[in-house]
Protein backbone atom coordinates (compact mmCIF):
# COMPACT_ATOMS: atom_id res chain seq x y z
CA UNK A 1 0.00 0.00 0.00
CA UNK A 2 1.49 3.44 -1.31
CA UNK A 3 -0.70 5.32 0.99
CA UNK A 4 -1.87 7.38 -1.74
CA UNK A 5 -6.02 6.59 -2.49
CA UNK A 6 -7.99 7.47 -5.28
CA UNK A 7 -11.49 7.24 -5.85
CA UNK A 8 -13.45 5.83 -7.98
CA UNK A 9 -11.80 2.82 -8.71
CA UNK A 10 -13.79 1.85 -12.27
CA UNK A 11 -15.63 4.56 -14.27
CA UNK A 12 -17.99 4.25 -17.39
CA UNK A 13 -19.51 6.57 -18.85
CA UNK A 14 -20.99 7.56 -21.99
CA UNK A 15 -19.31 10.50 -24.73
CA UNK A 16 -19.89 13.84 -23.93
CA UNK A 17 -20.28 13.29 -20.56
CA UNK A 18 -17.92 15.01 -17.68
CA UNK A 19 -16.16 13.20 -14.64
CA UNK A 20 -14.02 13.77 -11.58
CA UNK A 21 -11.56 11.25 -10.29
CA UNK A 22 -10.08 12.08 -6.91
CA UNK A 23 -6.67 11.87 -5.27
CA UNK A 24 -5.77 12.00 -1.72
CA UNK A 25 -1.75 12.23 -1.39
CA UNK A 26 0.40 10.24 1.34
CA UNK A 27 0.20 12.05 4.61
CA UNK A 28 2.65 15.43 4.16
CA UNK A 29 3.43 15.08 0.95
CA UNK A 30 2.87 18.07 -0.65
CA UNK A 31 3.57 17.37 -4.37
CA UNK A 32 0.70 15.27 -6.27
CA UNK A 33 0.84 14.36 -10.17
CA UNK A 34 -1.79 12.75 -12.91
CA UNK A 35 -0.76 10.33 -15.39
CA UNK A 36 -2.61 8.62 -18.43
CA UNK A 37 -1.84 5.18 -19.89
CA UNK A 38 -3.32 4.11 -22.61
CA UNK A 39 -3.30 0.28 -23.43
CA UNK A 40 -0.02 -0.90 -23.65
CA UNK A 41 1.10 2.91 -23.22
CA UNK A 42 3.74 4.07 -20.94
CA UNK A 43 2.34 6.79 -18.34
CA UNK A 44 2.06 10.12 -20.10
CA UNK A 45 2.11 12.98 -17.24
CA UNK A 46 -0.23 15.54 -17.40
CA UNK A 47 0.10 17.98 -14.58
CA UNK A 48 1.82 18.73 -11.07
CA UNK A 49 0.21 20.52 -8.33
CA UNK A 50 2.72 21.59 -5.16
CA UNK A 51 1.18 23.02 -2.50
CA UNK A 52 -1.89 24.14 -4.00
CA UNK A 53 -0.20 25.31 -7.06
CA UNK A 54 0.41 24.42 -10.45
CA UNK A 55 3.90 23.34 -11.14
CA UNK A 56 4.66 21.76 -13.94
CA UNK A 57 2.12 20.76 -17.06
CA UNK A 58 2.69 17.58 -19.51
CA UNK A 59 0.27 16.43 -22.36
CA UNK A 60 -3.14 17.23 -20.93
CA UNK A 61 -5.67 18.20 -23.13
CA UNK A 62 -7.80 21.58 -22.95
CA UNK A 63 -10.81 19.60 -21.86
CA UNK A 64 -9.12 17.93 -18.84
CA UNK A 65 -8.43 20.72 -15.89
CA UNK A 66 -7.14 19.74 -12.31
CA UNK A 67 -6.78 21.52 -8.90
CA UNK A 68 -5.31 21.03 -5.57
CA UNK A 69 -7.38 21.88 -2.53
CA UNK A 70 -6.18 23.19 0.49
CA UNK A 71 -5.83 20.00 2.75
CA UNK A 72 -3.55 18.56 -0.70
CA UNK A 73 -6.33 16.37 -2.20
CA UNK A 74 -6.67 16.34 -5.88
CA UNK A 75 -9.20 16.43 -8.10
CA UNK A 76 -8.71 15.65 -12.40
CA UNK A 77 -11.69 17.10 -14.15
CA UNK A 78 -12.08 15.53 -17.56
CA UNK A 79 -15.11 16.81 -19.87
CA UNK A 80 -16.50 16.21 -23.21
CA UNK A 81 -15.66 12.60 -22.68
CA UNK A 82 -14.62 10.74 -26.30
CA UNK A 83 -14.10 7.36 -26.42
CA UNK A 84 -10.28 7.62 -26.80
CA UNK A 85 -10.18 9.23 -23.22
CA UNK A 86 -10.44 5.63 -22.19
CA UNK A 87 -7.54 4.77 -20.64
CA UNK A 88 -6.07 4.49 -16.58
CA UNK A 89 -5.36 7.87 -14.74
CA UNK A 90 -2.57 7.61 -12.10
CA UNK A 91 -2.11 9.84 -9.37
CA UNK A 92 0.94 9.95 -7.07
CA UNK A 93 2.51 12.24 -4.76
CA UNK A 94 5.98 13.04 -3.96
CA UNK A 95 7.56 15.58 -0.52
CA UNK A 96 8.14 17.56 -3.42
CA UNK A 97 11.11 19.91 -2.88
CA UNK A 98 12.29 22.18 -5.04
CA UNK A 99 15.91 20.78 -6.09
CA UNK A 100 17.18 17.65 -5.49
CA UNK A 101 15.80 14.64 -5.93
CA UNK A 102 12.26 13.09 -4.61
CA UNK A 103 10.60 9.86 -5.14
CA UNK A 104 6.70 9.45 -6.29
CA UNK A 105 4.24 7.18 -5.01
CA UNK A 106 1.25 5.74 -7.39
CA UNK A 107 -2.09 5.50 -6.42
CA UNK A 108 -3.86 1.87 -7.34
CA UNK A 109 -5.17 3.98 -10.12
CA UNK A 110 -8.81 4.69 -11.96
CA UNK A 111 -9.67 2.79 -15.07
CA UNK A 112 -12.12 5.63 -17.13
CA UNK A 113 -14.27 3.59 -20.00
CA UNK A 114 -15.64 5.94 -22.14
CA UNK A 115 -18.58 4.22 -24.33
CA UNK B 1 12.03 17.51 -25.79
CA UNK B 2 13.79 15.11 -23.11
CA UNK B 3 12.54 11.35 -23.91
CA UNK B 4 13.63 7.86 -22.43
CA UNK B 5 14.12 4.95 -24.65
CA UNK B 6 13.89 1.67 -22.86
CA UNK B 7 15.07 -1.73 -24.80
CA UNK B 8 14.48 -4.14 -24.78
CA UNK B 9 10.17 -3.63 -25.33
CA UNK B 10 9.89 -7.21 -24.58
CA UNK B 11 11.96 -9.72 -23.05
CA UNK B 12 10.54 -13.63 -22.38
CA UNK B 13 12.79 -16.01 -20.26
CA UNK B 14 12.95 -18.66 -18.60
CA UNK B 15 13.50 -18.54 -14.57
CA UNK B 16 16.87 -18.30 -13.52
CA UNK B 17 18.72 -16.68 -16.92
CA UNK B 18 19.86 -13.48 -16.24
CA UNK B 19 18.60 -9.91 -17.94
CA UNK B 20 19.34 -6.24 -18.51
CA UNK B 21 16.97 -3.62 -19.25
CA UNK B 22 18.68 -0.08 -20.83
CA UNK B 23 17.18 3.30 -20.41
CA UNK B 24 18.79 5.97 -22.76
CA UNK B 25 18.68 9.72 -23.48
CA UNK B 26 20.22 12.20 -25.12
CA UNK B 27 19.59 14.44 -21.57
CA UNK B 28 21.16 14.78 -18.57
CA UNK B 29 18.88 14.06 -15.42
CA UNK B 30 19.29 15.19 -11.81
CA UNK B 31 17.96 11.45 -11.00
CA UNK B 32 16.73 8.18 -11.89
CA UNK B 33 13.89 6.22 -11.10
CA UNK B 34 13.09 2.56 -11.65
CA UNK B 35 9.60 1.46 -11.43
CA UNK B 36 7.57 -2.11 -11.54
CA UNK B 37 4.22 -2.40 -12.52
CA UNK B 38 1.63 -5.17 -12.58
CA UNK B 39 -1.53 -5.23 -14.69
CA UNK B 40 -4.52 -3.29 -13.46
CA UNK B 41 -2.34 -1.55 -10.60
CA UNK B 42 -0.10 1.70 -10.09
CA UNK B 43 3.70 1.20 -10.55
CA UNK B 44 6.01 0.65 -7.75
CA UNK B 45 9.03 2.10 -7.27
CA UNK B 46 12.16 0.34 -7.08
CA UNK B 47 15.12 2.35 -6.62
CA UNK B 48 16.18 5.78 -7.19
CA UNK B 49 20.18 6.86 -8.88
CA UNK B 50 21.50 10.79 -8.45
CA UNK B 51 25.15 10.19 -8.91
CA UNK B 52 26.82 9.46 -12.77
CA UNK B 53 28.39 5.72 -12.30
CA UNK B 54 26.29 4.99 -8.94
CA UNK B 55 25.15 1.29 -8.65
CA UNK B 56 22.94 0.03 -6.57
CA UNK B 57 21.59 -3.25 -5.61
CA UNK B 58 18.11 -4.52 -4.36
CA UNK B 59 18.26 -8.56 -3.63
CA UNK B 60 18.93 -9.91 -7.61
CA UNK B 61 18.35 -6.68 -8.95
CA UNK B 62 21.53 -4.12 -9.71
CA UNK B 63 20.36 -0.48 -11.23
CA UNK B 64 23.24 1.59 -12.61
CA UNK B 65 23.80 5.27 -13.60
CA UNK B 66 25.63 6.34 -16.37
CA UNK B 67 28.66 8.61 -15.96
CA UNK B 68 26.60 11.30 -18.09
CA UNK B 69 23.71 11.00 -15.84
CA UNK B 70 22.11 10.34 -19.29
CA UNK B 71 21.66 6.32 -19.00
CA UNK B 72 20.89 3.69 -16.61
CA UNK B 73 20.34 -0.34 -16.82
CA UNK B 74 18.94 -2.82 -14.74
CA UNK B 75 19.82 -6.18 -14.55
CA UNK B 76 18.37 -9.40 -13.10
CA UNK B 77 20.24 -12.26 -12.15
CA UNK B 78 18.45 -15.74 -11.52
CA UNK B 79 15.45 -14.27 -12.95
CA UNK B 80 11.96 -15.65 -11.11
CA UNK B 81 8.51 -15.82 -12.17
CA UNK B 82 7.70 -13.24 -9.50
CA UNK B 83 9.73 -10.93 -11.73
CA UNK B 84 7.64 -10.85 -13.92
CA UNK B 85 6.09 -7.42 -14.54
CA UNK B 86 6.26 -3.84 -16.55
CA UNK B 87 9.39 -1.86 -15.70
CA UNK B 88 9.83 1.58 -16.23
CA UNK B 89 12.49 4.41 -15.87
CA UNK B 90 11.58 7.88 -15.18
CA UNK B 91 14.27 10.65 -15.14
CA UNK B 92 13.84 13.84 -13.69
CA UNK B 93 13.88 16.74 -15.76
CA UNK B 94 14.10 20.46 -16.05
CA UNK B 95 10.89 21.99 -14.12
CA UNK B 96 10.16 19.27 -12.02
CA UNK B 97 8.67 17.07 -14.73
CA UNK B 98 8.83 13.39 -14.58
CA UNK B 99 9.44 12.16 -17.96
CA UNK B 100 9.03 8.30 -17.94
CA UNK B 101 10.68 5.75 -20.42
CA UNK B 102 8.65 3.40 -22.97
CA UNK B 103 8.67 0.34 -20.66
CA UNK B 104 9.97 -2.80 -21.02
CA UNK B 105 7.54 -5.85 -20.75
CA UNK B 106 9.28 -9.00 -19.05
CA UNK B 107 7.87 -12.21 -18.69
CA UNK B 108 10.01 -14.93 -16.58
CA UNK B 109 8.58 -18.33 -17.45
CA UNK B 110 8.40 -21.66 -14.44
Known amino acids: DSGVTQTPKHLITATGQRVTLRCSPRSGDLSVYWYQQSLDQGLQFLIQYYNGEERAKGNILERFSAQQFPDLHSELNLSSLELGDSALYFC??????????????FGPGTRLTVT | TQLLEQSPQFLSIQEGENLTVYCNSS?????LQWYRQEPGEGPVLLVTVVTGGEVKKLKRLTFQFGDARKDSSLHITAAQPGDTGLYLC??????????FGTGTRLKVLA
Open chain 2, 90 to 99: AGVGGTYKYI
Open chain 1, 92 to 105: ASSGGQAGGYYEQY
Open chain 2, 27 to 31: SVFSS
